[in-house]
């Protein structure tokens, strides 16, 4: 069954849940709706609420709203407790650091259980550092898939992006400054070190700055170290160029100068575009034959 949602958005509707996106860099990004919505809420769910605090102080904002954090922390309970809000007719606006809530961010939780009282949602359009850095960085944009931030753990990293090399969408990373180098040095040994990405850092800030290239010329590049928020967005698979039977002799070649399988694999795999498990299994075989 589809379920219609029709409430009108107007100040004065109570027990409405709005998801409002916040500037990612640039202050004059803030939309009226955004001010409005500030201004009008009865409770503003925060990620960071001394990060609130100061938006509203730096947009000339005030607010009679009652502000509470809402962060990975506490999310679940916090959500039963903003749910009550809205049943007894609050108002109640979501907000994360920069950018959308829910978009790895919090707030999905807290959707799906005013979807299931039957409360009215809306969203505040804002910007997003998914679609910006997905614009500048010269990629297909027809189709695209988010990835959010990748396992911190190296050897779980290398599994979810050997998973990845047969992706024909253009993906989009999130990733900490200090992690970028070892994971463009991941990603080009996943998924080739030809394949064209972008690294985008500070998006809509005075220093804003994108870097395009190949995974290996953008590994060297971090290697010195890079500051500000990172986005990350790599090109997708394209169809394979060569068959599976020349693929396997070219990991089985690589193993014989001395690499891994599973490393020989997930290169081979990355840089034909050809499933990696496929290719696995296709190696195993012909070790076993020769």
């Not at 550092?129 to 990748?150: I, K, M, Q, Y």
């Not at 911190?152 to 253009?170: F, H, I, N, V």
């Not at 020989?264 to 034959?289: F, H, N």
Request: with cysteine; hydrophobic share 45%; proline share 5%.
């Amino acid at each position: 069954m589809v379920v219609r949602d029709t409430a009108r958005v107007t100040s004065e509707t109570p027990g409405r849940l709005i998801l409002a996106g916040t500037p990612i860099g640039n202050l004059a990004d803030a939309s009226p709706a955004l001010r409005a919505a500030l201004v009008a809420a009865d409770v503003i769910a925060a990620e960071d609420t001394r990060r609130l605090r100061a938006l509203l102080g730096r947009l000339e904002l005030t607010t009679d709203a009652r502000i509470v954090s809402y962060f990975d922390g506490n999310e679940a309970a916090r959500a039963e407790e903003l749910l009550a809000e809205l049943q007894h007719g609050a108002g109640v606006l979501v907000v994360s650091d920069a950018g959308m809530p829910t978009v790895s961010d919090p707030g999905f939780r807290l959707v799906g259980a005013a979807i299931k009282a039957g409360i009215a949602i809306r969203v505040v359009p804002g910007p997003s550092a998914v679609l910006v850095a997905l614009a500048l960085s010269g990629l297909p944009t027809d189709r695209f898939c988010f990835e959010g931030f990748l396992p911190r753990k190296t050897g779980e990293r290398r599994r979810r992006l050997a998973e990845l090399a047969s992706e024909p969408r253009t993906m989009v990373f999130f990733e900490a400054p200090h992690r970028l180098a070892e994971f463009l040095a991941d990603a080009a040994g996943a998924l080739g070190e030809d394949r064209q990405a972008a690294v985008s850092r500070e998006l809509t800030k005075t220093y804003e700055e994108t870097r395009r290239g190949a995974l290996a010329e953008l590994t060297a590049w971090a290697a010195d170290g890079v500051r500000g928020e990172i986005t990350v967005v790599i090109g997708g698979s394209a169809s394979p160029a060569v068959s599976l039977a020349e693929a396997t002799a070219e990991t089985l070649r690589r193993i014989a100068g001395g690499e891994p399988l599973s490393a020989a694999v997930s290169a081979v795999a990355g840089a034909t575009g050809l499933p990696r498990k496929q290719l696995y299994q296709a190696s195993l075989d012909a070790r076993s034959r020769s």
